[in-house]
């Protein structure tokens, strides 16, 4: 029997929207366990969105992207060995990869368990996931979950399995509320809606002219077009072009970005990590599905989001509008 506090660590590295969806974790783990310590690995570009959340103890940034184009340079290989020897400063009663990936396996297996400790994965993946069975090899416990669990219930439903809990209350990403703190400067001051209208797949993307129409719609609301390439960028301006109510943003930094969704009066995107944003904070958001299955992501812990289209069936601009009428009394 591991005596309390527990040390915990988890192990989910990327992408936005997996690491997001893996939040709920740390509030489930202290329901059960209030005095836990729960440290996390993550890609440095995903630290700012971890650290919104004032449970984690300890953020251990993983940077294998920018490590690999530097591999034979002396300052990367300090980084990395800094980063070996961080995830091995602690000893841990439980690790929890909720990946499954080759790389996250070895960081589990790197890292060092207190006597009794367990290392913690998943024993399958979902539907259409990028899971690596050769994970399994680092764990101590593998659990099996029905190929298709939602994003945010496989990590949960994990962390429950291994500590002897039930999840089975809302989604509590313990995230800042909206009003908490000032509003950054590149903001208006008044409600704004915001369109997450990029993504790096063109079958998610929705429609150009159904952008159009739903902008049109909105105004004199006014609307924020955000962009992360040349080719959204570009996409963006042309939208803008259209809509006199519209604004194209700067590049924005993770947080600048995770603060546009969280304070947007409605957001409304396409299947991408900062629609999924904008739903963790219970933003009156609607969450279009063009090319990707609904059941996996959709935001499903409040009345606040509507989730419309599935894969191969993007929503009608008129089912888009019912929507933003729906959830106009909370906007």
Not at 89 to 96: A, I, N, P, S
Not at 222 to 250: D, H, I
Not at 307 to 324: I, Q
Request: with cysteine; proline share 8%; aromatic share 8%.
């Amino acid at each position: 029997m591991l005596k309390p506090p527990l040390n915990i660590l988890l192990v989910r590295v990327s992408s936005l929207g997996d690491v997001l969806h893996n939040l709920p974790m740390v509030a489930d783990i202290l329901r059960r366990h209030p005095d836990a310590n729960i440290d996390w690995v993550v890609e440095e570009g995903y630290v700012s969105l971890v650290r919104l959340n004032p449970h984690v103890r300890r953020i251990i940034p993983f940077a294998l992207r920018r490590w690999r184009k530097s591999l034979a340079s002396e300052a990367t290989r300090a980084e990395i060995g800094a980063f070996w020897r961080g995830l091995r400063e602690q000893r841990y009663d439980y690790v929890f990869d909720t990946q499954g990936l080759l790389k996250t396996g070895v960081i589990m297996g790197a890292a060092r368990l207190a006597p009794g400790g367990q290392k913690v994965g998943l024993a399958n993946g979902s539907e259409g996931s990028g899971y690596e069975g050769v994970s399994r090899l680092f764990h101590t416990r593998s659990i099996a979950l029905d190929p298709r669990t939602h994003a945010v219930a496989r990590g949960r439903l994990v962390a429950a399995a291994a500590l002897g809990y039930s999840a089975d209350h809302p989604a509590d990403f313990g995230l800042p509320a909206p009003g908490a703190g000032s509003r950054p400067g590149f903001l208006p001051a008044a409600d704004y809606a915001v369109f997450f209208h990029g993504t790096a797949r063109d079958a998610k993307k929705w429609a150009p002219a159904n952008w159009v129409a739903l902008g049109r719609a909105l105004a004199p609301l006014p609307v924020l077009l955000a962009w992360g390439s040349a080719l959204e960028k570009t996409e963006a301006e042309a939208l803008a072009r259209q809509l006199p109510n519209a604004r194209v943003l700067p590049k924005l930094s993770m947080l600048e970005a995770v603060e546009l969704a969280r304070h947007a009066a409605l957001a409304v995107g396409v299947d991408t990590g900062l629609t999924h944003i904008a739903a963790a904070f219970v933003r009156p958001t609607i969450e279009l599905y063009c090319d990707s299955p609904r059941w996996k992501t959709e935001g499903n812990w409040s009345p606040l989001i509507i989730n419309l289209g599935e894969l191969g069936a993007p929503p009608s601009v008129p089912e888009v509008l019912a929507a933003v009428e729906r959830l106009r009394p909370a906007a």
